[in-house]
C-alpha cells in the first residue's frame, strides 16, 4: 500500500531495509508514546503498524507525534500524507536554535517538544547544518522524558548518534546498528 501511495514523494524517503525494520519493531513491541524529529515515509510507515494494530486490538491507543522546524516542509507533510493514516499522528512545527555543549561543540535543538514520556525515538532532524553544527542534542535534553525501556533510531546523523552516546552509556544505554541500513540505534531495556 504504501509503496505505491508514497512512490511521488518529494521527501527523502527512508532505505527499504530501515522501512523493514521501522514497521516491524513497531508492530512487534506496541509502541505507546512515539516521537519523530521531521516527517516523511518513515511517520507513514509508523503509522501504518499504528493502523493494523489497532484494527486487531482497539483498545490500543498509542500517542504519535512528529516534529518540522520549515513550515513549507511540514505543510507539504501535511498535503502528501497517506489519508487513512492521518489521523494516527500529530504532526508538530517547532523553531530550532543552536546551543554550546562545551567539549561536544554546538548542537542544533528543537525549542518546543511536548511534555510527555516517550519509547520511541526516531531522529531525523533538526537540519544542524542551518544552524552551524554537526548533530543535534534532543535525545539527551530529553533523557528525562524518556521511558524506562526506549529504543532510539538514527537515520544517518552517525556523529549525533555517537555524541548523544557518550552520555547515554551513563544511563544504562547500549548503542547498537540497524541490522539491514547500517544505521546507529541506541537503546535501554
Given amino acids: 500500500m504504501l509503496q505505491k501511495e508514497l512512490s511521488n514523494s518529494r521527501s527523502g524517503a527512508v532505505y527499504t531495509g530501515d522501512a523493514i525494520v521501522l514497521y516491524e519493531y513497531a508492530r ?4 505507546m508514546h512515539i516521537f519523530e524529529m521531521r516527517p516523511g515515509t518513515s511517520t507513514n510507515i509508523i503509522c501504518l503498524a499504528i493502523s493494523e494494530l489497532q484494527s486487531a486490538d482497539p483498545t490500543y491507543q498509542p500517542t504519535s507525534h512528529v516534529i518540522e522546524e520549515n513550515e513549507k516542509l ?37 525549542v518546543s517538544i511536548p511534555a510527555e514520556e516517550f519509547d520511541f525515538f526516531f531522529v531525523d532532524g533538526p537540519d544542524f547544518n542551518k544552524l552551524n553544527s554537526d548533530w543535534s542534542r534532543d535525545v539527551l535534553k530529553l533523557l ?46
Fill in 74 to 110: 511540514l505543510k507539504y507533510h501535511e498535503n502528501t500524507f497517506v489519508p487513512e493514516l492521518r489521523p494516527y499522528v500529530t504532526l508538530l512545527h517547532s523553531a530550532t536554535e543552536r546551543r554550546d555543549y562545551g567539549k561536544l561543540g554546538g548542537a542544533a535543538c528543537y
Fill in 144 to 189: 528525562p522524558r524518556f521511558a524506562k525501556k526506549i529504543f532510539i533510531a538514527f537515520d544517518g546523523r552517525s556523529t549525533t548518534a555517537k555524541k548523544n552516546y557518550s552520555i547515554l552509556r551513563e544511563n544504562g544505554f547500549i548503542l547498537r546498528r540497524h541490522s539491514f541500513g547500517l544505521d546507529y540505534a541506541i537503546g535501554r531495556d
Fill in 28 to 31: 512487534r513491541i506496541k509502541l
